[in-house]
């Protein structure tokens, strides 16, 4: 081997390992910007179905919520099954996430719209808005 095809695979070999440092490191930051990017939308989401609830404050009562066929006639019963599922929703998207990080910062909001929401999500009619492994988490774990 001659001095010039050694500094060539010198060469050669330091690029490929760079090249695989560059595209490791760009897998790393796309993770986390992609993390960083689901925590941001979720806020702004939860944000949203809170001010819903502000706008409509019965809807975040659970003697009314958990009494909701009841508590609630004609249009806003409507209103609040639409509220119901739109937060159950929401629960249900963080879960498809199987992410634990984003599980240990929202197993809170779940607990509380599980408090709030749970007589919606039992009754049998809204079983099927749902995938099974989601309602399995659900009867498991809240």
């Not at 249900?92 to 749970?118: A, Q």
């Not at 009619?125 to 498991?140: A, C, H, L, T």
Request: aromatic share 16%; proline share 2%.
């Amino acid at each position: 081997m001659t001095t010039i095809e050694f500094w060539n695979l010198v060469v050669s070999s330091t690029a490929t390992i760079l090249a695989a440092i560059a595209i490791l490191l760009y897998i790393i930051i796309w993770y986390k910007d992609k993390s960083n990017n689901s925590y941001e939308i979720f806020d702004a989401t939860y944000l949203d179905i809170l001010k819903t609830g502000m706008e409509n404050p019965s809807f975040r009562n659970p003697e009314l919520t958990n009494n909701y066929l009841i508590a609630f006639s004609d249009d806003e019963k409507i209103k609040y099954e639409i509220y119901a599922f739109i937060s159950w929703n929401f629960c249900e998207t963080i879960f498809d996430k199987k992410d634990n990080e984003l599980m240990k910062t929202w197993s809170v909001v779940l607990d509380i719209e599980n408090g709030l929401h749970r007589k919606w999500f039992d009754n049998p009619e809204n079983q099927i808005k749902f995938k099974k492994s989601f309602k399995n988490y659900v009867s498991e774990n809240l």
